[in-house]
């Protein structure tokens, strides 16, 4: 166990694991499109139910929703404005810009009086870099509010 978490609901979460990503990590050249982000989007969320898989089970996985950036440019940008067309032309859109870091973070909690079995989770969220806070206080702010019961799935340890 790396920390612990306290959940708004009063739950106490156990992170077990971290993973930090770039999010556009690969793309050479262009901008985000609609396309792209939703497949980073899904690929995200298959990896964090996949991921940690030692309990046997693929681990339910939690999207918090991304707040989005929108393409800032000068119309008189040459390459921007080719991108732009490619995109149109292959029947895309030009998408929002993601924040930078995708993370991944596997959860765990204890049994509790109405349920016998451990609990866990895992959540994706995308953030802009963070190197001036502590991991906790990235970790505490970003997860304190999902809601654990509607979506986190039983198992013996």
């Known amino acids: 166990m790396l920390t612990t978490i306290q ?5 106490a ?4 694991g971290i993973e930090l990503s770039g999010t556009y990590s690969g793309l050479l050249e262009g901008i985000p499109t609609e396309k792209m982000n939703k497949s980073i989007i899904d690929s995200s969320i298959r990896r964090a139910q996949d ?18 950036a929108s393409i800032i440019h000068k119309e008189s940008d040459h390459h921007f404005l ?7 032309l292959r029947g895309d859109r030009p998408g929002p810009i993601l924040p930078p870091v995708r993370c991944i973070a596997n959860l765990t909690a204890f049994p509790t009086a109405e349920q016998s079995l451990w609990t866990k989770l895992a959540v994706v969220w995308f953030q802009n870099l963070f190197f001036e806070s502590t ?4 970790l505490q702010n970003a997860l304190e509010n999902i809601p654990w019961e509607a979506n986190a799935k039983s198992f013996e340890p």
């Open 82 to 88: 080719e991108s732009v067309k490619r995109i149109l």
């Open 51 to 68: 991921l940690w898989l030692k309990t046997g089970n693929p681990t339910p996985a939690y999207l918090i929703e991304p707040v989005c």
């Open 7 to 11: 959940l708004t609901s009063g739950k």
């Open 13 to 16: 979460v156990f992170v077990h």
């Open 135 to 138: 991991l906790q206080s990235v």
